[in-house]
């Protein structure tokens, strides 16, 4: 009551209204916080688990497209729209982040495999896979060729894969 538009207390009252289920007034008070979101960067992360934590993975990802994007930002908001089934959207982050990575890192490399597997680009997503160098996430990309080559029907070349990875 003493701070009812400081930040972290209006998301306590959405958390409460939550809970209570009302998702109505949470969400018309988190639509209030959003504009608060380019000033206190912060928040953003905040605000779009909240959203998820109702149930609507569309506005988490609307939320989490604000600000500074980074890969752990767009590994989220891939995850959101992927809940969300919005493969048109999916699509469309994956677009922009293949044409800005002339040279992606690792990370970048298995995000942009992994939202082509979703998009189920198997061919796409094998390569984004395979291009990754040979560090700790190597391992990691391994199983995810591994089960592309299962899910496209290669079960042979699938059970090679994890044969070599053993």
Do not use: C
Not at 7 to 34: F, I, N, T
Request: hydrophobic share 40%; no cysteine; glycine share 6%.
């Amino acid at each position: 009551q003493r701070f009812p538009n400081e930040p972290r207390v209006m998301l306590l009252h959405v958390e409460q209204l939550r809970d209570d289920g009302d998702l109505a007034k949470a969400q018309a008070l988190l639509a209030r916080l959003e504009s608060r979101i380019a000033s206190q960067p912060g928040l953003r992360n905040a605000v779009a688990s909240e959203y998820e934590s109702m149930g609507d993975p569309a506005a988490a990802a609307r939320v989490l497209a604000m600000g500074e994007q980074d890969d752990a930002t767009l590994g989220l908001r891939a995850a959101m729209l992927a809940t969300a089934k919005d493969n048109a959207a999916l699509a469309k982050l994956y677009d922009q982040l293949k044409q800005g990575a002339s040279r992606p890192d690792s990370r970048r490399r298995m995000l942009l495999g992994t939202i082509a597997e979703t998009l189920e680009r198997y061919p796409e997503a094998r390569q984004w896979y395979r291009s990754l160098p040979g560090d700790q996430s190597r391992d990691a990309a391994r199983l995810r060729i591994a089960n592309v080559l299962h899910v496209t029907g290669r079960h042979d070349e699938a059970y090679a894969e994890l044969a070599a990875l053993q």
